[in-house]
C-alpha cells in the first residue's frame, strides 16, 4: 500500500495553520450567521424569521430552547421520513439512531450531507493534530478500523434511510479513505455483534492497522477476543500491531479503563486520544497529548450554547456562547447545526478547562444524576471515584453502573449500590471492602452534599458492591437488545425497574 502520509501531511500543515489563526468568538459568529442564511427558506426559518436576524443575541431571543422529544412532536414526526425543507433545506438523506441510553427510547437525529462533511473534517483535523505531534508518523501507510455497528441500514423511503451513525459514517465515507480502512464490506455488514467479533479478530490480525477506535468498553471485549487467538502476545496490542499509532475512544468516560488499557498498550508506541462526538455532530477531541481538556471545534457547521446546569429547566435560563463562558461551570450543552438542529438540548453536560481555545470536558448527562437522597452525585464524579477505587486494589475495571437502594424498614439509611465487573475476576472480600471505602473517601472528597449526607451515617449508609462476573454487563447488554456498536452501559440508572433487572441478573450470573 502506498504510504499517504506525506501528502496527508502537507494538508495538516494548511489545515492547523488556519485553525490556528481562528478568533474562537468570531468563528462562531459567522458559523451562525451562516446557518440562519442557508436555512432562511425552511420552515422552521421562516416560523422564527430568520432573515432579519443579526447577532446572537436576536437569534436567542426568537429560537427558544428545544429538546429532541420538542422537535420530533412539532416539527420532525408529522413529516418524517421525508423532511424536505423542514428544519434543514433540501431533503434528509439518513438519520441515525441514537441507543437512547438515558431514556430507553429510539431516536431518530436527522443527519444532512452537509453535517456528514462536518463530522469527516472534524476527524481530519484529529487526525492532523496527531500529526502535527508526531512528525514520524506513517499513519497513512497502513489501514484504519472503526469498531462499531452495522454498516447496513434501513430504508425509510426513496433515498432515505436510518442507521447507526458508524455505519452511516463508512457508507459515506470518502473514496481515498475506503481503500485505507479495515475491515472489508462482508464483515462490516454484520449486524450480529457477537458474530461480527467473532469474524473480525482473526481478520484484524492479518491487517496492517494503524489507527484504531471505538467505545472503551467494546474495545476491551475485542482485544480479550484477540488475545484468545494470539495467546503469545499475552494481550499486548504492541504484540498484536506492531506498527498501531493510535487508539481513538470515547463515548463513556475513560477514567475507569485508563489503567486497562495502560496494561494493554505497555511497551506500544501507539498513544491514545479521546473524542466527543455525538448524534449530533462531532463537538471536540483531544488536539494534544495528555489529558487537557478537548479542543471544541468552531468551524465545521456547529455553533453552541451553554446553560449552566442548575438553570435549565428554568423558565428563562441563561445561554452562553463562546464569547461569556467561564471555566470551571458545569454546562448543559445546546447545539445548533448544520442538519437542521435548532438550540437543541444535547442532553450532555460539559465543563472549560480552557477558553482560548476552547476546550473542555464532558462531565455527564443532565438526566444523569445520582441524588435519591438529595447527594446530588454526578456522572464524572462517579467515575473518577470508581477510577481511584480500583487502583487502591490494584484491579482494572471493564464496566459498572449504579443506583440506590432504598430502605425496606423503619430505621435503616438508604445508599448506593455499585454493580462492578472487573477484569480477571472478582477481589477477594478484603479488597471488595478497601475498593467500597476508597470510593467513598472519593466521593466524599468531591462532593460537599454527599460528605453531609455521609457524616456520621446520618443520611445515607456507606455504599455497597455487588461484583459482576467477567463477561457479565455484556450478556446483560445482549439480553436487552444493545449488545456492541454505539450502545452504552448506563452508569447511572434511575429507574427503578431498570436497576431491579441489573441486579437480578447480575445475581443469576454469579450463580451460573
Not at 188 to 198: C, G, P, Q, R, T
Not at 267 to 296: K, W
Not at 316 to 344: F, K, M, Q
Request: glycine residues 8%; aromatic residues 10%.
Amino acid at each position: 500500500m502506498l504510504d499517504a502520509t506525506p501528502l496527508f501531511r502537507l494538508y495538516a500543515k494548511w489545515r492547523l495553520a488556519r485553525i490556528d489563526r481562528l478568533d474562537p468568538i468570531a468563528a462562531q459568529e459567522r458559523t451562525l450567521s451562516h446557518l440562519l442564511r442557508l436555512a432562511a427558506n425552511t420552515a422552521f426559518g421562516q416560523a422564527h424569521d430568520f432573515a432579519h436576524l443579526r447577532t446572537v443575541g436576536e437569534y436567542q431571543r426568537a429560537v427558544p430552547l428545544r429538546r429532541y422529544d420538542d422537535f420530533w412532536r412539532d416539527w420532525w414526526q408529522p413529516r418524517f421520513p421525508q423532511l424536505t425543507d423542514c428544519t434543514w433545506p433540501g431533503t434528509i438523506p439518513y438519520f441515525a439512531l441514537s441507543s437512547g441510553t438515558s431514556t430507553g427510547i429510539t431516536k431518530y437525529i436527522p443527519l444532512s450531507r452537509a453535517m456528514m462533511r462536518s463530522n469527516q473534517r472534524a476527524g481530519i483535523d484529529l487526525l492532523a493534530h496527531f500529526m502535527r505531534d508526531q512528525p514520524d508518523s506513517g499513519l497513512f501507510a497502513g489501514r484504519s478500523f472503526m469498531l462499531g455497528g452495522s454498516t447496513d441500514v434501513v430504508p425509510l423511503a426513496p433515498g432515505i434511510f436510518s442507521g447507526d451513525l458508524s455505519g452511516i459514517a463508512v457508507k459515506e465515507m470518502p473514496r481515498w479513505a475506503r481503500s485505507r480502512s479495515f475491515p472489508p464490506a462482508d464483515l462490516a455488514l454484520i449486524a450480529d455483534w457477537e458474530e461480527k467479533v467473532a469474524k473480525l479478530a482473526p481478520a484484524a490480525l492479518k491487517a496492517d492497522l494503524r489507527l484504531i477506535g471505538g467505545t472503551p468498553s467494546w474495545l476491551l471485549i475485542f482485544f480479550d477476543r484477540l488475545a484468545a487467538l494470539r495467546p503469545d502476545s499475552q494481550g499486548q496490542l504492541g504484540a498484536l500491531f506492531p506498527d498501531l499509532e493510535l487508539l481513538i475512544h470515547g463515548g463513556v468516560n475513560f477514567a475507569p479503563y485508563r489503567q486497562r488499557f495502560a496494561e494493554l498498550l505497555a511497551g506500544s508506541q501507539a498513544e491514545t486520544r479521546e473524542v466527543y462526538p455525538a448524534s449530533e455532530g462531532f463537538i471536540a477531541f483531544a488536539d494534544r497529548p495528555g489529558e487537557t481538556g478537548l479542543r471544541l471545534t468552531l468551524d465545521t457547521g456547529l455553533f453552541y450554547e451553554f446553560v449552566p446546569l442548575a438553570e435549565l429547566d428554568s423558565p428563562n435560563p441563561t445561554r452562553h456562547w463562546l464569547a461569556t463562558v467561564e471555566t470551571g461551570i458545569d454546562y448543559a450543552i445546546v447545539v445548533t447545526t448544520c442538519a437542521g438542529l435548532w438550540s437543541y438540548v444535547v442532553g450532555d453536560t460539559v465543563r472549560f478547562v480552557e477558553t482560548r481555545p476552547p476546550r473542555l470536558i464532558v462531565t455527564g448527562r443532565t438526566s444523569y444524576m445520582l441524588s435519591a437522597f438529595g447527594e446530588h452525585v454526578i456522572d464524572l464524579e462517579v467515575e473518577q471515584a470508581v477510577a481511584v477505587a480500583a487502583s487502591a486494589i490494584g484491579a482494572a475495571v471493564t464496566d459498572f453502573s449504579v443506583g440506590a437502594l432504598f430502605p425496606a424498614k423503619a430505621g435503616e439509611l438508604g445508599g448506593h449500590l455499585y454493580v462492578v465487573e472487573f477484569a480477571g475476576g472478582v477481589p477477594d472480600d478484603v479488597a471488595q471492602a478497601r475498593f467500597t471505602a476508597a470510593l467513598d473517601a472519593s466521593l466524599q472528597a468531591a462532593n460537599d452534599d454527599y460528605r453531609a449526607h455521609r457524616s456520621g451515617g446520618f443520611g445515607l449508609r456507606a455504599p455497597t458492591l455487588l461484583p459482576m462476573l467477567p463477561g457479565g454487563f455484556a450478556a446483560w447488554m445482549k439480553q436487552r437488545g444493545k449488545l456492541g456498536g454505539q450502545n452504552k452501559v448506563p452508569r447511572i440508572v434511575a429507574g427503578a425497574a431498570l436497576f431491579a433487572d441489573l441486579r437480578a441478573f447480575a445475581a443469576r450470573f454469579q450463580q451460573g
